[in-house]
């Protein structure tokens, strides 16, 4: 204790400059976290937080009680395995051909046209697809009719829904994450590849050998900061280009959608607030899990 | 020393990171927290008021002369569901302007937007928003939240601060405002009829000369026509949930319990006690083989489920034929497209005559409320009390400005939409906001070129008249709570693809909806409905 206390006073400026932000998430992140308490009670509008009364782990019934939290915890847990690995294997693959290029005109061009759809919304990319796939007037269903092609109605089948879903996710953070790759790149010195080249390296070689080995890093920590959302899954997507249409459901239903869906109509504070605890849960420990896992075999890239 | 600080420093940073982490996982119920705390620590002193309130009415009732100070000035925070009109503003102005005049005191009037208005309205309660007066209703969740302890208890304030509407409001329209013996609401006071039904383009059925229709055979009879020959029509576009739900409940004749998401169910009006799980039925089968083949056939789209548009904006687009309305609302949806589309016409199909009878609806399908958080639930009763009774106060805030909204007729009692010099949709929309909770039926006017239709149809209505005897039950499903929601999310996942036939094989779909509303609890749910409903029977004395 007696060491902590001189610690800060020799480091003061230090300590100081951490202030602020230990203070903000004292604030904004674990002062509310009280009212997880919410999970296990009761709700009613006089007794408030902590009047109402304990009901235990009975608002976690309905989770369980429907029998869907397998699958939904399943789908939740691939889809973002694929949303992660397939985006960030894609925007390295995109950021080192960028690096790559020589000409600065159609490489300024390119990345500015692939960021483009990190600024569109989700309820735009939702009328797109709506328009994409509609059976009546769709973009897809024409062309196929017009090559030749049997009919055949998305709405109808759950198949394409996971390949478009991903589609759409990696399509929208594509140039975003192109953008964080690229900066890494460019923070590379050039002396490794002159030395590279000296010692005749050919591009490929120099990929392979130097900016691939420099950028795990960099991969690895993106990688772990968005398992920490695992669970949250991406409720804007699934929820605008799915809505609630029930047929879909076998194959696009995330923990996010089924917890709107059930209390949308029968809202109950208590019962929001134990799926939203089941989720940060589940989302905690999976980030303990694979943080271990690292600090196992690389313990320079782990979190903590 | 160097050695120590780096382990410092190095213990802060996954320390903050850890921070960061947490606060991405505990997002979801951290909103909730902060929200709920707020009303938490809101409800204090709002807890304290309606007592206190209670005790000065009482005071005040007991010397009768003494009238409600009006001295302070307050700003009243109003809430009603639904959308404004591009020229609310300008009506509040106007309107305020006299309230400060006669109770010093003005409004400022909120909407939710229909586009999900449950949610919304939902959190507005739960947030603890100071709120000094809100629509409310049986479709709702009215019942719940009064249980809950939503709402303020207004049964000492009513005489004293709403003598008026107290006066006129009949004792049995109270009495479904009722819940555990204290009035929360304030219930509209406009006897109709509200049953189910469908518009459709009448000219298109002259024109290709289809059958009438009254019933299923002659309403696909009219589909398949329309479907045929008008090419690019879809008979019921856009989202064609509604069309279809209402088909089926009304044309068996199945009572559900507990809104839309419930598939418990009286079999019929003359069997109340027959109270079944309506997705285990035979008719069910029978409704949901049909309606994979109007499915087939191309009634609606198959992505229907995934759409937002209305059907009756597409009937005006000129790509649809039929649209679910209730009788007043087709009324008004007629009469509106009378105006912006002269060369069509429609026609209306009420699903009572599937049954011949209809029901009247229940008072406090439509009605006002103050929730806890209120800080001047007097001053909002007085200004509710003005705006029920005091006509003009009533039209401007219902119809909007007279001459620019609407042109009053002789009687007094007619408006003329649009008013005199005034075209359709370049410089005048109906002023239609949600007025329905403060309806008081003698200030309220009829319109002038309103669809001839509605008479008869209230006429026929009347004739036909059975007592309401589901609505008013009011049944709390708080001990089985967890299974409604289970069953409302298998519901929406296998009974509404299933119900507009949007599945490959029915047969098997139904069976996998039954195995998992079983597994849902749904059982649970009908031994708890018989009971409550039972002894709702048993004490009005309905066999």
């Known amino acids: ?304 | 020393m160097l050695h120590k600080r780096l382990k410092w420093t190095s213990a802060a940073v996954p320390l903050t990171l850890s921070a960061a982490l947490l606060a991405a996982c505990g997002g979801n119920s951290n909103n909730g927290g902060a929200s709920a705390s707020a009303s938490a620590s809101a409800s204090t002193p709002a807890a304290g008021s309606p007592a206190a309130s209670g005790a000065s009415a009482g005071a005040s009732a007991a010397d009768t002369a003494a009238k409600p100070d009006t001295s302070k000035k307050v700003q009243l925070n109003w809430y009603v569901l639904g959308d404004a009109h591009a020229d609310t503003p300008k009506v509040m102005d106007e309107w305020n302007k006299m309230l400060e005049k006669d109770l010093n005191a003005t409004v400022k009037l909120n909407f939710t937007s229909w586009n999900d208005w449950q949610s919304k309205y939902n959190l507005l309660l739960a947030s603890g928003e100071k709120i000094d007066m809100v629509f409310a209703s049986s479709w709702a969740n009215y019942y719940k939240y009064a249980k809950q302890g939503a709402f303020m208890d207004l049964t000492g304030l009513l005489p004293t601060y709403a003598p008026q509407t107290w006066k006129e409001v009949p004792q049995e329209d109270w009495d479904t405002a009722t819940v555990g013996g204290k009035i929360y609401a304030v219930p509209n006071t406009n006897p109709e009829y509200t049953p189910n039904g469908l518009v459709y383009r009448e000219d298109w059925r002259e024109e290709l000369n289809l059958p009438e229709i009254k019933d299923l055979d002659s309403l696909e009879a009219y589909m398949d026509g329309v479907k045929k020959n008008k090419k690019g029509v879809t008979p019921i576009g856009g989202k064609a949930w509604n069309e279809v739900y209402t088909l089926f409940t009304d044309y068996y004749d199945f009572k559900v319990y507990g809104g839309e998401g419930s598939v418990i169910a009286s079999s019929s009006y003359d069997n109340p006690r027959d109270i079944v799980e309506y997705p285990f039925t035979p008719q069910f089968e029978e409704f949901v083989k049909r309606m994979k083949t109007w499915a087939d056939k191309g009634f609606w789209a198959s992505n229907t489920l995934s759409q937002q548009t209305e059907a009756g904006d597409l009937i005006k687009a000129g790509t649809g034929a039929i649209y679910w309305r209730n009788a007043p609302g087709a009324g008004g949806f007629i009469t509106d497209v009378s105006k912006t589309n002269p060369d069509y016409k429609l026609a209306y199909f009420p699903f009572t005559r599937f049954h011949n009878y209809a029901i009247p609806t229940l008072p406090m399908a439509n009605a006002m409320a103050i929730p806890k958080s209120s800080q001047n639930p007097e001053r909002s009763l007085m200004v509710l009390d003005k705006l029920r009774n005091d006509p003009t106060y009533f039209r401007l805030m219902t119809y909007g400005i007279e001459g620019t909204h609407y042109s009053l007729e002789a009687d007094g009692k007619t408006m003329d939409t649009p008013p005199a010099g005034m075209t359709v949709s370049k410089d005048w929309k109906p002023y239609d906001i949600t007025s329905w909770g403060w309806r008081y039926q003698p200030n309220m006017l009829q319109t002038k070129g309103g669809w001839d239709g509605m008479d008869a149809l209230n006429k026929e209505f009347a004739a036909e008249s059975k007592p309401n005897i589901f609505d008013p039950i009011t049944m709390d499903y708080e001990p089985v709570k967890s299974q409604v929601a289970a069953v409302n999310q298998v519901f929406k996942q296998y009974g509404q693809p299933l119900m507009m036939g949007l599945v490959p094989d029915p047969e098997k779909a139904l069976e996998t909806y039954r195995s998992k509303l079983k597994a849902a609890g749904v059982d649970k749910i009908l031994d708890y409905v018989k009971e409550q409903a039972n002894a709702y029977f048993d004490e009005k004395g309905i066999k």
């Open chain 1, 1 to 304: 204790m007696i060491g902590f206390f001189r610690e800060v006073a020799r480091n003061r400026v230090l300590f100081l400059m951490i202030a602020p932000a230990l203070l903000f998430f004292a604030l904004f992140s674990y002062i509310p976290m009280v009212g997880v308490y919410y999970a296990f009670t009761n709700y009613s509008f006089d007794g408030g937080l902590f009047g109402s009364p304990f009901v235990g782990f009975d608002n976690f019934k309905f989770l369980v009680s429907s029998g869907e939290l397998v699958t939904l915890t399943r789908n939740t847990i691939l889809y973002n395995i694929v949303f992660i690995l397939l985006s960030n294997f894609l925007q390295l693959v995109c950021a080192i051909f960028l690096a790559e290029l020589p000409g600065r005109w159609f490489k300024k061009t390119s990345q500015s046209v692939m960021f483009l759809p990190f600024f569109i919304s989700f309820v735009l990319v939702g009328a797109f697809v709506l328009n994409l796939f509609s059976s009546q007037n769709g973009l897809v269903p024409s062309l196929m009719a017009q090559l030749g092609l049997p009919h055949y109605d998305f709405y109808m089948h759950t198949a394409p829904w996971k390949y478009i879903i991903v589609f759409f996710h990696v399509w929208k953070g594509l140039g975003y994450g192109t953008v964080i790759y690229l900066a890494a790149i460019m923070g590379f010195s050039e002396e490794y590849y002159e030395a590279a080249k000296i010692d005749g390296a050919n591009i490929f070689q120099r990929v392979r050998s130097i900016t691939i080995p420099m950028l795990v890093p960099t991969f690895i920590l993106l990688i772990l900061l968005s398992l920490g959302g695992i669970l949250k899954g991406q409720f804007d997507l699934f929820y605008q280009i799915v809505g609630q249409n029930g047929s879909l459901f076998n194959s696009t239903d995330i923990i996010d959608t089924y917890v709107y869906r059930s209390l949308a109509v029968n809202f109950d504070i208590g019962m929001g607030t134990a799926a939203g605890l089941y989720q940060s849960l589940f989302g905690m420990l999976l980030v303990l899990c694979v943080n271990y896992i690292i600090r196992k075999t690389r313990e320079d890239y782990a979190l903590f």
